[in-house]
T-cell receptor
């Protein structure tokens, strides 16, 4: 059964550095999402993406964040200048026209 | 706006006992409701979902949940807990815009 995959599984970076988190959705998925989960807290919505455009974004998704799907397969989340508080698990999710989102295994980001 | 409340951040049950994890939601439109499970250091796995139709939905691993509109609830149950059920469980609501709003999670501990 095809799965949503994410790379890397873990990333450690220095504050102020740029990071790119990658997601490979299942091929027939049309809608894409990023969520984050700070350690011990709930999963929070960051952004949704459809037809090569951001559909909706949360207050968390400020100018330091960007998303793109450059080659029609990979869906990336870029954080331009990381802050300590960006340390979290980042989940990619995707779906077809139905409501069920399929989540990737996550990328654990640690900002030092 | 949608919201989800999960009562009890930690629940302990004995092996073989009934599991009941509570979820109440707030939604201005007919909701889509989901339960996800997260095992340690892993991603989110869909347990079950309610979109339309039968209000009692069955999921994987023997779990089920009942949508009660009058009580705005979607509690998760399993008749007999197994040690392998120990994990964190998240209830989520989608209003049809696509994004999920998650509850704060309930960590289930199963005692031998």
């Amino acid at each position: 059964e095809p799965e949503v995959t994410q790379t890397p599984s873990h990333q450690v970076t220095q504050m102020g550095q740029e990071v790119i988190l990658r997601c490979v959705p299942i091929s027939n998925h049309l809608y894409f999402y990023w969520y984050r989960q700070i350690l011990g807290q709930k999963v929070e919505f960051l952004v949704s993406f459809y037809n090569n455009e951001i559909s909706e974004k949360s207050e968390i998704f400020d100018d330091q964040f960007s998303v793109e799907r450059p080659d029609g397969s990979n869906f990336t989340l870029k954080i331009r200048s990381t802050k300590l508080e960006d340390s979290a698990m980042y989940f990619c999710a995707a779906r077809t026209a139905g409501e069920t989102q399929y989540f990737g295994p996550g990328t654990r980001l640690l900002v030092l | 706006a949608q919201s989800v409340t999960q009562l009890g951040s930690h629940v302990s049950v004995s092996e073989g006992a009934l599991v009941l994890l509570r979820c109440n939601y707030s939604s201005s439109v007919p909701p889509y409701l989901f339960w996800y499970v997260q095992y340690p250091n892993q991603g989110l796995q869909l347990l079950l979902k309610y979109t339309t139709g039968a209000t009692l939905v069955k999921g994987i691993n023997g779990f089920e949940a009942e949508f009660k509109k009058s009580e705005t609830s979607f509690h998760l149950t399993k008749p007999s807990a197994h040690m392998s059920d120990a994990a964190e469980y998240f209830c989520a609501v989608s209003d049809g815009s696509g994004k999920y709003i998650f509850g704060t999670g309930t960590r289930l501990k199963v005692l031998a």
